[in-house]
């Protein structure tokens, strides 16, 4: 125990060698992807100008589990296994009963999850003899781990943000160009698709994404990297509930009650919830699995479930999951990483078969967490996180109140320490809610295509 705390380690020898993949658990298959002109199943070669054909391969198989290449497993022993960590001091702040067990991404030299899918798709790529990848980026996080993995294998990297957190975040702009990457204020005028926007656009995920995808289809020795979302990026972090089941087991802990992570694309959510949704389909832990979003942008919770366009400008596949339409513009909240019109597929797949709750919180509630949180367990927590840690705190004074003694394990999937500006907003109360509107919504969703 230190300072209250109790983490829980694994042996280098501990650490997952393969990848999870829930598909292969699933009672029913996901709908697959479609092509964006001909609205067929979308194959290898479609994808093929896109991503390497490791990639795809992992885009689409129903095995069970998928071998982690050694030099990926080599790179992430720089970081991994990464701690749980009991949060004493934050349960006796909130006098709950509840055993609060926090996995703690931050330890990532991107000081997020992000590296955990960053290191395998730049590893593929550089095999594959690719020379630049492009992407975009929400907050900066997803941008950071792949500037950092393009450093390690000779990679260039090129990055469109979203204007909005290229405007307020300039520290995370920086760490990208630290690690090597090269990074665009999106919309640009370095696109054909980003000159139809007006000068100061706050951007979007949809847009920016769309703007990389442009630049990656001219060039051959280009390719594309995604950083959530499909299921490739799902499989690559399922590392995080891999090691966190094994670490609750080892603390002598019986199983999880809740397992609780923020979502905005899915990836972080999945990695750490998809294990043990594996472990309740089997029998052997029966948790309750919640995602939590931004009320401003409420995919799971108000959107509708549908195919839709991955970006803006529709030149990705068609896939199927809950979307507040590919036009949809979100509010600038401050957790830029959850600033998606949609839901990855499968998270969305399993949410629709019942299998995980999802909420959605203001922000004002999240950040007012976040900060007692660093109060008690000494961690400044990424926005991103501060919602899942929202949904933690209720979850556990219900448990107060019902004299409940569970098990929760939420995820942190990043640090905040470049996030001061949000906090400071909020700690001088220039932080308010924008809650999405019902007129706002109907009239994103209606450019969503009616398919099938």
Same mark, same amino acid.
């Given at each position: ?231 490739? $990026?799902? &499989? !690559? %972090? +399922?590392?995080?509930?891999?090691? *966190? ?6 603390? /002598?802990?019986?199983? #999880? ?101 999802? $909420?959605? &919180? !203001? %922000? +004002?509630?999240?950040?007012?967490? *976040? ?6 367990? /000494?961690?400044?927590? #990424? ?70």
């Amino acid at each position: 125990m230190t300072n209250g705390r109790i983490r829980i380690t694994l042996d280098e020898s501990e650490m997952p060698t393969h990848w999870y993949n829930i598909v292969a658990d699933l009672p029913t298959p996901p709908p697959p992807p479609l092509h964006p002109g001909t609205h067929q199943p979308v194959g290898p070669d479609d994808l093929a100008p896109l991503f390497p054909p490791e990639l795809i391969a992992q885009e689409v198989t129903a095995e069970r589990y998928v071998e982690i290449p050694e030099p990926v497993r080599d790179v992430y022993r720089q970081y991994r296994p990464s701690p749980l960590v009991r949060a004493r001091r934050w349960e006796q702040r909130l006098g709950t009963s509840a055993r609060i067990y926090y996995k703690y991404e931050g330890v990532s030299p991107a000081g997020s999850h992000k590296t955990n899918t960053s290191v395998p798709q730049v590893y593929y790529n550089a095999i594959n003899g690719v020379t630049r990848l492009t992407t975009e980026t929400g907050a900066g996080q997803w941008g950071t781990a792949l500037a950092y993995a393009c450093a390690l294998f000779g990679v260039e990297c090129e990055v469109w943000q979203v204007g909005a957190s290229y405007d307020t975040k300039p520290q995370r702009r920086t760490l990208i160009e630290v690690f090597g990457g090269k990074v665009h204020r999106s919309p640009s005028t370095l696109t054909g698709f980003g000159k139809g926007f007006d000068a100061g656009h706050p951007g979007s995920l949809g847009i920016a994404i769309t703007e990389a995808v442009e630049l990656a289809a001219q060039d051959e020795a280009t390719k594309y990297a995604l950083g959530s979302v499909l299921n490739h $990026v799902l &499989l !690559h %972090q +399922s590392v995080i509930g891999q090691e *966190a089941v094994l670490q609750l087991a080892k603390a /002598g802990e019986s199983g #999880a009650d809740h397992v609780i992570g923020c979502a905005g694309g899915g990836s972080n959510f999945a990695g750490l919830a998809f294990p043990f949704l594996r472990e309740r389909l089997e029998g052997r832990q029966a948790p309750r699995i919640t995602a939590v979003e931004p009320a401003s942008c409420p995919t799971l919770t108000r959107g509708e479930y549908r195919y839709d366009f991955g970006d803006t400008g529709g030149m990705t596949p068609l896939m199927k999951m809950h979307t507040l339409g590919h036009d949809f513009v979100p509010s600038p909240i401050h957790a830029g990483g959850l600033r998606y019109h949609a839901m990855a597929p499968l998270v969305s797949h399993v949410v629709e078969e019942g299998m995980i709750d999802a $909420v959605a &919180l !203001h %922000q +004002s509630e999240c950040f007012e967490t *976040a900060t007692e949180f660093a109060r008690t367990e /000494g961690i400044v927590p #990424a926005p991103e996180s501060s919602h899942a840690l929202a949904q933690v705190r209720r979850t556990a004074l219900a448990a107060a109140e019902a004299g409940e003694e569970p098990v929760i394990v939420v995820g942190l999937s990043g640090h905040g320490l470049l996030e001061l500006g949000a906090y400071d907003s909020f700690l001088h109360g220039r932080l308010g809610d924008d809650p999405l509107s019902d007129e706002d919504l109907a009239s994103s969703l209606a450019a969503v295509p009616r398919i099938g």
